[in-house]
Each structure stands twice: as C-alpha cells, then as structure tokens.
C-alpha cells in the first residue's frame, strides 16, 4: 500500500482546512521522524512549502506533488482546485516526473594545531600550522540557491573562486550567488542573471553588487566544484552564508575558511504537468510576466473612447 504524507503550510488557514479534511483522512501531516517510510509527499503552499520539504530530505527525496495555495507558486504547477483528479493519477497512473537538480554544499573549517609543545614560550621549536577539516554535520543539499554576503561588515566582500581547485578570479562587492537552474528564477534572476530551463545540467554563478562593470553572471557545468573563500587580503573578516534563505544568522566562514559547491546525487523528484519541457515557459509568462509588453491602443479605439468621453 502506498504511504502518503502530506506537507502543509501552517500559516495558511486554507492549507490547514485541506488538511484536515475528511476526503484526506488517510493522509497522514508531515512527521520527519517517519521520512523513511514515505513514498509521496504532497505539498500544499507556495514555492517556500517546497523548498522547506527539500531542506527535510538531505538525501533520497521521494516524489513530491506540489498544489499552489501560496503568494506566487511558481513551483507547484497544480491547482488545489483538482486535487482530486490529479492524485488519483498521480497514484493509479503514470505521472510525469521533473528530477530537479540539487547542489551539495559543503563547509571546510581551518583548524590551528600546535605541531610541537615547547618548553617555553620563547622556545623556537614550537610552531603552529593549520589543518582544514569538513565537519560532518556542515554538509548540505540545497534546491534553489547558496548565498554567500558581507551581512553587517561596512567592508565589501572579496570572495575568491577556484573550480577544480585551480584559481580563477575572486569577485569583490556584496556577496555571490551559486544558483540551481529552479533556483535561476528567484534570487539570481532578481539580481539581473539569465534563466535556466529545471532540466538544463548546469548551476549559475552571480555576483551580488559587484565593484566592476565588467563582473557578469556565468553559466558552469554540474560536473564542476567549485570553492569558495575570502580573500587573505580582505578587509572583511567574515562571510555569512545561507541555503534557499534559511539559517543566514548562524551560518559563517572566516578567513582561511572555504565552502565547496558540487552537483548533489540526490535530486528532487516533482511531479510535473502534462509537459514538463513547456510548462515551465507557462510559469514565467503567466506568473513572471516573462517578455511580455502592453500593445498600443488603435487610433480607432482611441477616437471611440474620446467620443464616449464627450457624450
């Protein structure tokens, strides 16, 4: 038998209304510690709902089905409205499935060790060097995007670049972006960078306010890591970082510090609309008003609004 869980917005009165309902009284709400156990989710909110289940899958995420019951939904491509009849073909038939690509971040500490113990403080056998380590609880799989910023510093961020360990620029400004092609549509977009299909295997790299004219957003292939640290020359000390907007307060390299960005072996399967290719140019023309400009009036039409005007 299949096991259904149900993900829910709490703060949406008409999400926690469906939830409760009788027609989803076999629909057990959301509990992290049966994840195991799950062989669909399905959401009910916005795109935040969506990403907050894929920050509760760090690793094999099951199906989940989103229906929009949130501010923009550009993640969830069903109507709450036929919730019904998309279910039951979710469940009985077979639905189409969207892998959308995560990233796996991970957080490597520089640790001062002393290499020998002196017998004085003046005793010149004694050094320290520093050892770097990635702790096993810094490791994270994330849907949208990582956001590496300044936060308080007065000082801009210099942050620099190496992709397969070998440097290649650093940018200096606000912060950088290191985006998935379903988060190249949030934050990065907002930030002027270009959009990425959720089936293209690629992440995108955009600086946040950059000092150059010249510092543009680029496109790398999955396969790459990337890694990411402060500049030794800085003046600022400190970078904070978040994953899809969550735990920026808590979240902080220093210098000597690095981040590494890689494509994640753990996708987040969704289920998708009749066409998972052209659906989501559905999403940015209707939801994102994508290229779309107001048609001037005809003089016709302009001459017959003036006489109604004036009678």
């Known amino acids: 038998m299949l096991n259904r869980y149900m993900c829910v ?15 989803n009284s076999s629909i057990i709400v959301f509990d992290c510690t049966r994840a195991d156990d799950i ?3 399905v959401c009910l909110g916005g795109d935040g709902t969506l ?3 894929g920050s509760m899958f760090q690793r094999v995420v099951p199906p989940v089905i989103a229906f929009c019951l949130g501010t923009l939904g550009f993640l969830a491509p069903f109507s709450f409205t036929s919730f019904e009849s998309v279910l039951k073909h979710a469940i009985e038939g077979s639905p189409n499935c969207l892998m959308r690509m995560r990233l796996c971040c991970q957080v490597v500490r520089s640790v001062p060790q002393e290499k020998s113990v002196a017998s004085s403080p003046d005793d010149p056998s004694s050094s320290i060097s520093v050892s770097r380590s990635i702790s096993p609880d810094t490791e994270y799989h994330f849907l949208n995007e990582l956001v590496i910023d300044r936060g308080l510093s007065p000082s801009s961020c210099d942050l620099v670049v190496k992709v397969n360990g070998k440097m290649v620029t650093h940018f200096e400004g606000d912060g950088l972006i290191v985006s998935t092609p379903t988060g190249s549509t ?10 990425l299909h959720p089936c293209v295997p690629a992440f995108l790299l955009t600086p946040i306010n950059s000092l150059t004219l010249s510092s543009r957003a680029i496109v790398l292939p999955m396969s790459m890591q990337l890694e990411i640290s402060i500049n030794p020359a800085a003046r600022c000390k400190v970078a904070h970082f978040s994953f899809d907007g969550r735990s920026r307060e808590c979240n902080m390299i220093n210098k000597g510090d690095a981040i590494l960005v890689s494509g994640s072996p753990y996708p987040m399967p969704c289920i998708s609309g009749s066409d998972q290719q052209v659906d989501w140019f559905c999403g940015l023309n209707h939801l994102l008003n994508w290229n779309t400009r107001n048609k001037r009036a005809d003089l016709h039409d302009c001459l017959d609004c003036s006489d109604m005007a004036t009678a």
């Open 39 to 41: 062989d669909l989710v």
């Open 51 to 53: 990403l907050k289940i």
């Open 9 to 23: 917005n709490r703060n949406d009165p008409t999400a926690l209304s469906a939830a409760d309902s009788p027609k």
């Open 186 to 195: 949030a934050y990065s977009m907002a930030t002027g960078a270009s959009m």
